[in-house]
């Protein structure tokens, strides 16, 4: 979570957590624009002008979209919800839980034995 969501500011965060080189899809937002000039590819789509996803290479498979992580934010909404608010203290937790039970692709009572295994590792 950041105060201010400026270049200056996830510049630094960006270099200290993806490879240089990594590829980017993101949308038009402006923030974004300065990834090639820190060494990274970038790809986005402009929701402005009603772009969602584009084919880059003509093969029919559109492969510039965020609808990927588009969802994962509306699965974390929904998971959310229920709670009717959380504190901003707590809120990283909350997320680092729901970020484990997503990639863990396991629910209900078969969630435990990964918790378990997470947390003896």
């Not at 997320?95 to 969630?111: A, E, I, M, P």
Request: aromatic share 12%; proline share 4%.
């Amino acid at each position: 979570m950041l105060e201010n969501v400026q270049q200056k500011t996830i510049e630094p965060i960006i270099r200290a957590c993806v490879a240089e080189g990594t590829r980017f899809y993101t949308d038009e937002y402006d923030i974004y624009a300065r990834l090639p000039a820190w060494g990274y590819e970038h790809h986005s789509v402009c929701h402005s002008r009603g772009e969602y996803a584009r084919d880059e290479d003509g093969d029919g498979f559109h492969e510039v979209h965020v609808n990927t992580i588009e969802g994962v934010w509306s699965l974390l909404r929904s998971w959310l919800r229920p709670h009717r608010g959380i504190s901003q203290e707590h809120l990283p937790m909350y997320l680092s839980f729901f970020q484990f039970v997503h990639n863990s692709r396991v629910r209900g009572k078969g969630l435990l034995p990964a918790l378990l295994a997470a947390l003896v590792v």
